[in-house]
Each structure stands twice: as structure tokens, then as C-alpha cells.
């Protein structure tokens, strides 16, 4: 069982070494589910003296005001035999063998966090002390509550320790000792009143009577030891400790617990209770109720251990690795992660991921549309087909077709597809860079590096606007090569006048009457939509092939070639990653190394069945 109370003072240390001091944080902490008994009391409670009467040592710093500035983790080891010595956490190599040095020690450490200022911080100082005449116990000694600011303090000092007590004796995990003076008042005990709040049916709150001895003539504590005048779970502990004279006069810690035994052994009045009073027999009780605590708690402790193991190595993937420090190191990064946000961009096109359909309804609805809307029919109206045959036949009139008519009816038509054709090319640029900001944001990698994350960004978009400008000449090229050469076949094919009962001994000039214009407007319309059937397949080959295939083939190309010339101050430019995400990586992996620790010190700990 002692391994148990061993265990939990490893964890303690490794907490406070890796700043999980059980603050409130946006990180999980294991120190608020150890299970640990803190020590509650006001100013002049005696609380100091049962610690050493617990300890058998002065070693706690002493004085007017407020001492204790700091929580003090007090760790005790029984060992068999040797000299007794004390360690601090923040000087391990050190062995204290000297008590008052000890002594002095707490209060520079104080000072190192605090300053002379008299302020306090929630920031423990670990404390070992190995004695053969100790009991394994661990004890969280707590500034003392007050009730008026000494001069030096600002006046929220008061409010500022209440909240500090607070917030470690509010744990479920918490055990408290409330120490209380016996010669004032139980109902104006600060221990008492704290205690209740946090602790109201008195389930894990020890009460502890200091100064028995000083009560005045005529009065006893009975009643409050045997819990009749305040009652908790526990039985009530009256400690005799050693007064202010026996301090100056360094009476032996020895003669002080002796003379303590007698006192209760031969007080009439407590003599029934001697059995169960005195600093030797709290400790012996504290220890033994804190190993049962940590047993039952242990499974618990486990089941967190592992699930923010799980948590924080979650988040740390997800953050990313830290920055290499060479120049082939960050080279080497800035290309993966490029290839990583490459790879995400593609599977958007290729319909891993949603986005790249939207390419597919260009080439289905809107190209089609557009092309629908221009409205040939009514280009080709009457008036307009005399007005470009006329014109096109200058001063003398065609003989037998009116060819250049024909052309400039079917190129005017013709000329209108450049619009539609460079909306479609509009219309696919504008969705391969919305899939470039969505695989930006998709690429985990990037969000470490603002800088090039916007750098990628931008090389993408430059890659895709000369992508863009190649599929418009490529696309329009398309509709230039219609215009410039017809399909003589269609003509071919169509039926003659002559075959129609046709006169060619007609005037010439009857060919502009309205039947013979129609026929020509038909004709032509005829032909300008089968060119835009043929467009309507080919515009989308020429879009795709300039635009989606290039940018899955070679988005990032011109970046890549540009990033090989850069020196080791301009990459490192580039992986200039926030630094609220480089501090929230060095605490997580902080205390993902703690939890690591906890789960093979838990590990090494043979249970008792």
C-alpha cells in the first residue's frame, strides 16, 4: 500500500516539473485527479506547528503576516534507517540535512516566483523529507486565510488567497484538514467555514483542534471533539503543540510529542479520547486514509491517463510536426506539404471529395444555355438577312448564290459563340480556384505556416490564370477555325431550285423576294447549329485539357522551380508558423510527456488485491 502514496508523489513531482499545476486551461490536468490532502487554517491557527509536530522537524518559515505564499507540497518517506534529509524539486541533485536550511530554502523559492512583494502564487514548491519516524504521507500546505491586508499587499489579498484555498479544497479529489484553534470561537474558524462550503455533509474533511492547552480556565473541547458541536464523518483530532516559548527555546520534537501524550493521557477531561488524539496518531490516520482513497481512485485515474493520452496525441498530429532546423529539413517539409494540398486538390476533381462536378454542370447547363440564349433566329430575321445579302453584293448583284452573303450571315452568327465559349472558360477557372481555397483549408499542414499558406495560394492562382489565358486562345480558337473555313459538304448536299421546279430564267432580282430570303435565313441557321452542336463538345475538351488537366499536372510547377532558388532565410520565412500554435505544441507535448510518465509509473505499481 505504500507504493501507493509513493506513486501518487511521483506524479505530483512530474506534474509540477511539465506546469500542470491543476489551473484552469485549455489543457486536460492529471493534478486534479490525484487525490491529495490539503491543509486549511487562518493566520495563527497552529497550523505551521501540527505540520512539524507531523513531520518531527521545524522546517516551515515563521513570522508575522503571511507566510506561506506558496502551496507547499509536503511529500513524506518513511525510510528504515539512516539520517533524515529533505529534497526540493527545483534542486534535485541537493540533499538538505540541515532543517534550517530547508527552512530558508522555501522562502527564497517563495521570493524567486513571487518577489519580495508579498504576493502569493498558485505555482507549488515540492517538498521530500525521508525519515525513519515519518509515515508515508503527502500534505498540500496552503497560505493561510485572513482577514485584513499587511502593508506591502494590495488590498484584494484577502480575496485572492480565499480563491486559491478554494480552488484546490473545491476538488472531489481533495482531502481537507481544516485546522482550528480551540481558545476562539468554532463558529469564526476559517477552516470551518471554507470547509462547509465546498464540503457541506463533511465527507472528506478532517477537523483538527489546535491549542487545547491555552483554552481558558473552566472550558474544554469535549464537545467538539466528540463531534457534538460540529459533526463530520470523521472523529475531530486535538494536537497539543509546542508553544511559542518551547520554539525559541528549540524544545526537541521528541519531548514535545511526549509531553503532548501526557497531556491528553492525564487531562481528565480527555483522557477517554487520548487514544485517538495527538499529532503522531493524525498522521498515522491521514496516511492510512489517503493510501484508501488513492486505491479507489487509481482505475479512474487510469481511465483518463489513457483517454488524454489519446486526446493530446491527436492533436499534436494534427498540428503538426515542429520545424526542421536545416535548410534541407525546411525544403523538405515545404515540398510535402505541397504535395499533401496537391493530392487533396486533385481528389476534388476527381471526385473524391465534392467540388469538382461543378465543372461537369458547366459543360451540361450553362455552356448549352448560354448558347441557347444567343438566339440565331432572330439574327437571321428578314430585314437583317436583305440588309447583309445587299451589302454583301456591293454594286453588282451574285449571279447564281450569294456565297459571300452567305459567309457574312454565318460568321456574324458565329462571332456571338466567343462569348459563351469565354464564359465557359470564366466559369471553370472560377471553380478550380474555389477548390484551391477549399484544399487550403483541407490541408491541416498549412494552417501551421500562414506565410505559405498564402504563398501556395497565390502560386496556385497564377498557375491557374495562365491556365486560363491558354484555354481562352485555345477555346476561341476553336470558334475562329469555324468561321474561317465552312463545311462545303452541308452546302453540297443542299437541294437546288432547279430540282424544285425552279425557273433560272427568272430576273436575278427576283432572288431577294421574301421566300428567297427565308430560304437563305434557314439555311444558314441550319448551319450555324450544327457548328454549335459540334462547338458544344469540342469547347469543353479544349477547357478541360488547357485548364483541369493541367492543373491536376502541374498547379504548383512554377513555385516548385521558384522554391529551389531560395536561401535558408527566405524558406525560413516561409515556415514562420503562428506562434500561439508553436506554444500550444510545446505545452501539449508537455503534458502528453507527463501523461506518458503517469501511465508507466501506474504500470510499474503492483496492486494489492
Given at each position: 500500500m505504500e507504493n501507493l502514496i509513493s506513486l501518487v508523489n511521483k506524479l505530483q513531482r512530474a506534474c509540477t516539473s511539465l506546469g500542470d499545476h491543476g489551473e484552469e486551461s485549455a489543457l486536460p490536468t492529471l493534478w486534479d485527479s490525484l487525490p491529495a490532502i490539503a491543509v486549511v487554517g487562518g493566520q495563527s491557527s497552529g497550523k505551521s506547528s501540527v505540520l512539524e509536530s507531523i513531520v518531527g522537524k521545524d522546517f516551515l518559515p515563521r513570522g508575522s503576516g503571511i507566510v506561506t505564499r506558496r502551496p507547499l507540497v509536503l511529500q513524506l518517506h518513511k525510510i528504515d534507517e539512516g539520517r533524515e534529509y529533505a529534497e526540493f524539486l527545483h534542486l534535485s541533485k541537493r540533499k538538505f540535512y540541515d532543517f534550517a536550511a530547508v527552512r530558508k530554502e522555501i522562502s527564497d523559492e517563495t521570493d524567486r516566483e513571487t518577489g519580495r512583494s508579498k504576493q502569493i502564487s498558485s505555482v507549488p514548491i515540492h517538498l521530500s523529507i525521508y525519515s525513519p519516524s515519518v509515515v508515508n504521507l503527502t500534505l498540500i500546505d496552503l497560505p493561510g486565510l485572513t482577514k485584513v491586508a499587511v502593508e506591502g499587499q494590495p488590498d484584494s489579498i484577502v480575496q485572492d488567497i480565499e480563491n486559491m484555498v478554494r480552488s484546490f479544497i473545491e476538488k472531489p479529489n481533495c482531502i481537507i484538514l481544516a485546522i482550528?484553534?480551540?481558545?476562539?470561537?468554532?463558529?469564526?474558524?476559517?477552516?470551518?467555514?471554507?470547509?462547509?462550503?465546498?464540503?457541506?455533509?463533511?465527507?472528506?474533511?478532517?477537523?483538527?483542534?489546535?491549542?487545547?492547552?491555552?483554552?481558558?480556565?473552566?472550558?474544554?473541547?469535549?464537545?467538539?471533539?466528540?463531534?457534538?458541536s460540529y459533526r463530520l464523518q470523521f472523529p475531530w483530532i486535538g494536537v497539543v503543540n509546542r508553544s511559542q516559548a518551547d520554539i525559541n527555546k528549540s524544545v526537541d520534537m521528541i519531548a514535545a510529542r511526549r509531553r503532548e501524550r501526557e497531556y491528553f493521557a492525564n487531562t481528565p477531561e480527555y483522557k477517554h479520547l487520548a487514544h485517538?488524539?495527538?499529532?503522531?496518531?493524525?498522521?498515522?490516520m491521514l496516511s492510512k486514509h489517503l493510501e484508501q482513497v488513492i486505491k479507489s481512485r487509481i482505475p479512474g485515474i487510469q481511465s483518463l491517463i489513457n483517454k488524454s493520452i489519446a486526446e493530446l496525441e491527436s492533436e499534436l498530429q494534427r498540428l503538426g510536426k515542429p520545424i526542421a532546423a536545416d535548410s534541407g529539413g525546411k525544403l523538405y517539409a515545404i515540398m510535402e506539404i505541397c504535395r499533401i494540398f496537391d493530392q487533396i486538390y486533385k481528389e476534388h476533381l476527381d471526385g473524391v471529395r465534392p467540388g469538382g462536378e461543378k465543372v461537369y454542370n458547366v459543360f451540361d447547363n450553362q455552356l448549352p444555355a448560354a448558347l441557347k440564349r444567343l438566339q440565331f433566329d432572330k439574327h437571321l430575321s428578314m430585314e437583317n438577312v436583305r440588309k447583309l445579302i445587299t451589302e454583301a453584293d456591293g454594286y453588282q448583284p451574285h449571279l447564281i448564290a450569294p456565297e459571300q452573303g452567305y459567309r457574312r450571315l454565318i460568321e456574324s452568327c458565329l462571332v456571338s459563340i466567343r462569348g459563351p465559349a469565354e464564359a465557359a472558360v470564366d466559369a471553370v477557372h472560377a471553380i478550380l480556384k474555389e477548390l484551391v481555397h477549399k484544399a487550403i483549408n483541407e490541408t491541416m499542414e498549412l494552417k501551421?505556416?500562414?506565410?505559405?499558406?498564402?504563398?501556395?495560394?497565390?502560386?496556385?492562382?497564377?498557375?491557374?490564370?495562365?491556365?486560363?489565358?491558354?484555354?481562352?486562345?485555345?477555346?476561341l480558337k476553336l470558334v475562329d477555325m469555324e468561321c474561317s473555313y465552312l463545311t462545303v459538304d452541308f452546302f453540297r448536299k443542299l437541294p437546288q431550285d432547279i430540282e424544285k421546279g425552279g425557273n433560272p430564267t427568272h430576273s436575278i432580282f427576283d432572288r431577294y423576294n421574301d421566300s428567297y430570303l427565308r430560304r437563305i435565313g434557314t439555311t444558314v441557321l441550319s448551319y450555324v447549329n450544327m457548328v454549335c452542336a459540334t462547338l458544344r463538345n469540342s469547347i469543353p475538351k479544349s477547357v478541360v485539357y488547357c485548364q483541369v488537366r493541367e492543373a491536376k499536372r502541374s498547379l504548383l510547377d512554377h513555385f516548385f522551380t521558384e522554391l529551389g532558388k531560395k536561401e535558408a532565410k527566405q524558406l525560413s520565412s516561409l515556415l514562420d508558423e503562428d506562434p500561439a500554435v508553436m506554444e500550444r505544441r510545446t505545452a501539449l507535448a508537455k503534458r502528453l510527456e507527463l501523461y506518458r510518465s503517469a501511465q508507466t509509473e501506474i504500470d510499474a505499481v503492483a496492486w494489492a488485491k
Amino acid at each position: 500500500m505504500e507504493n501507493l502514496i509513493s506513486l501518487v508523489n511521483k506524479l505530483q513531482r512530474a506534474c509540477t516539473s511539465l506546469g500542470d499545476h491543476g489551473e484552469e486551461s485549455a489543457l486536460p490536468t492529471l493534478w486534479d485527479s490525484l487525490p491529495a490532502i490539503a491543509v486549511v487554517g487562518g493566520q495563527s491557527s497552529g497550523k505551521s506547528s501540527v505540520l512539524e509536530s507531523i513531520v518531527g522537524k521545524d522546517f516551515l518559515p515563521r513570522g508575522s503576516g503571511i507566510v506561506t505564499r506558496r502551496p507547499l507540497v509536503l511529500q513524506l518517506h518513511k525510510i528504515d534507517e539512516g539520517r533524515e534529509y529533505a529534497e526540493f524539486l527545483h534542486l534535485s541533485k541537493r540533499k538538505f540535512y540541515d532543517f534550517a536550511a530547508v527552512r530558508k530554502e522555501i522562502s527564497d523559492e517563495t521570493d524567486r516566483e513571487t518577489g519580495r512583494s508579498k504576493q502569493i502564487s498558485s505555482v507549488p514548491i515540492h517538498l521530500s523529507i525521508y525519515s525513519p519516524s515519518v509515515v508515508n504521507l503527502t500534505l498540500i500546505d496552503l497560505p493561510g486565510l485572513t482577514k485584513v491586508a499587511v502593508e506591502g499587499q494590495p488590498d484584494s489579498i484577502v480575496q485572492d488567497i480565499e480563491n486559491m484555498v478554494r480552488s484546490f479544497i473545491e476538488k472531489p479529489n481533495c482531502i481537507i484538514l481544516a485546522i482550528s484553534p480551540a481558545n476562539q470561537d468554532l463558529a469564526t474558524s476559517d477552516a470551518i467555514k471554507i470547509s462547509r462550503e465546498v464540503d457541506p455533509k463533511g465527507e472528506r474533511t478532517f477537523g483538527v483542534l489546535t491549542k487545547i492547552d491555552l483554552m481558558d480556565k473552566g472550558t474544554d473541547a469535549v464537545d467538539i471533539l466528540e463531534g457534538k458541536s460540529y459533526r463530520l464523518q470523521f472523529p475531530w483530532i486535538g494536537v497539543v503543540n509546542r508553544s511559542q516559548a518551547d520554539i525559541n527555546k528549540s524544545v526537541d520534537m521528541i519531548a514535545a510529542r511526549r509531553r503532548e501524550r501526557e497531556y491528553f493521557a492525564n487531562t481528565p477531561e480527555y483522557k477517554h479520547l487520548a487514544h485517538r488524539m495527538g499529532s503522531e496518531h493524525l498522521g498515522k490516520m491521514l496516511s492510512k486514509h489517503l493510501e484508501q482513497v488513492i486505491k479507489s481512485r487509481i482505475p479512474g485515474i487510469q481511465s483518463l491517463i489513457n483517454k488524454s493520452i489519446a486526446e493530446l496525441e491527436s492533436e499534436l498530429q494534427r498540428l503538426g510536426k515542429p520545424i526542421a532546423a536545416d535548410s534541407g529539413g525546411k525544403l523538405y517539409a515545404i515540398m510535402e506539404i505541397c504535395r499533401i494540398f496537391d493530392q487533396i486538390y486533385k481528389e476534388h476533381l476527381d471526385g473524391v471529395r465534392p467540388g469538382g462536378e461543378k465543372v461537369y454542370n458547366v459543360f451540361d447547363n450553362q455552356l448549352p444555355a448560354a448558347l441557347k440564349r444567343l438566339q440565331f433566329d432572330k439574327h437571321l430575321s428578314m430585314e437583317n438577312v436583305r440588309k447583309l445579302i445587299t451589302e454583301a453584293d456591293g454594286y453588282q448583284p451574285h449571279l447564281i448564290a450569294p456565297e459571300q452573303g452567305y459567309r457574312r450571315l454565318i460568321e456574324s452568327c458565329l462571332v456571338s459563340i466567343r462569348g459563351p465559349a469565354e464564359a465557359a472558360v470564366d466559369a471553370v477557372h472560377a471553380i478550380l480556384k474555389e477548390l484551391v481555397h477549399k484544399a487550403i483549408n483541407e490541408t491541416m499542414e498549412l494552417k501551421q505556416y500562414p506565410t505559405l499558406k498564402v504563398e501556395v495560394g497565390n502560386a496556385a492562382f497564377d498557375s491557374l490564370d495562365r491556365m486560363r489565358d491558354e484555354s481562352k486562345k485555345a477555346t476561341l480558337k476553336l470558334v475562329d477555325m469555324e468561321c474561317s473555313y465552312l463545311t462545303v459538304d452541308f452546302f453540297r448536299k443542299l437541294p437546288q431550285d432547279i430540282e424544285k421546279g425552279g425557273n433560272p430564267t427568272h430576273s436575278i432580282f427576283d432572288r431577294y423576294n421574301d421566300s428567297y430570303l427565308r430560304r437563305i435565313g434557314t439555311t444558314v441557321l441550319s448551319y450555324v447549329n450544327m457548328v454549335c452542336a459540334t462547338l458544344r463538345n469540342s469547347i469543353p475538351k479544349s477547357v478541360v485539357y488547357c485548364q483541369v488537366r493541367e492543373a491536376k499536372r502541374s498547379l504548383l510547377d512554377h513555385f516548385f522551380t521558384e522554391l529551389g532558388k531560395k536561401e535558408a532565410k527566405q524558406l525560413s520565412s516561409l515556415l514562420d508558423e503562428d506562434p500561439a500554435v508553436m506554444e500550444r505544441r510545446t505545452a501539449l507535448a508537455k503534458r502528453l510527456e507527463l501523461y506518458r510518465s503517469a501511465q508507466t509509473e501506474i504500470d510499474a505499481v503492483a496492486w494489492a488485491k
